[in-house]
Nanobody, 121 residues
Framework: QVQLVESGGGLVHTGGSLRLSCAASGRTFSTYVMGWFRQAPGKEREFVAAINWSGAITKYADNVKGRFTISTDNAKNTLFLQMNSLKPEDTAVYYC??????????????WGQGTQVTVSS
């Protein structure tokens, strides 16, 4: 049983930066992969980034690579997403997720409530 709570969303101008946080509680096993997904109005949910708790393995969607950085604070069981050079197309609700794999997050994983990110043009 895992609980995930996102925070850090808000309004930012094009080219600005924002850092999202995801606080995890309960049984957060070392074998679980952590990730960020996002969903814009009228769009499908899409993968953004993923990481294992040690930080040894990371993966990014092509359209955020070089701009976004995913990381963890293991002592605090917290996941982060640093977002730089933000664009209007980054506007979406961002969700924190945990699962046995990236694919498993969407079918059998744990999810937070989401946090809104809005990038003005």
């Amino acid at each position: 049983q895992v609980q995930l709570v996102e925070s850090g969303g808000g309004l930012v101008h094009t080219g600005g930066s924002l850092r999202l946080s995801c606080a995890a509680s309960g049984r957060t096993f070392s074998t679980y992969v952590m990730g960020w997904f996002r969903q814009a109005p009228g769009k499908e949910r899409e993968f953004v980034a993923a990481i294992n708790w040690s930080g040894a393995i990371t993966k990014y969607a092509d359209n955020v690579k070089g701009r976004f950085t995913i990381s963890t604070d293991n002592a605090k069981n917290t996941l982060f997403l640093q977002m730089n050079s933000l664009k209007p197309e980054d506007t979406a609700v961002y969700y924190c997720a945990a699962g046995a794999s990236i694919a498993a997050m969407t079918t059998r994983g744990y999810w937070g409530q989401g946090t809104q990110v809005t990038v003005s043009s």
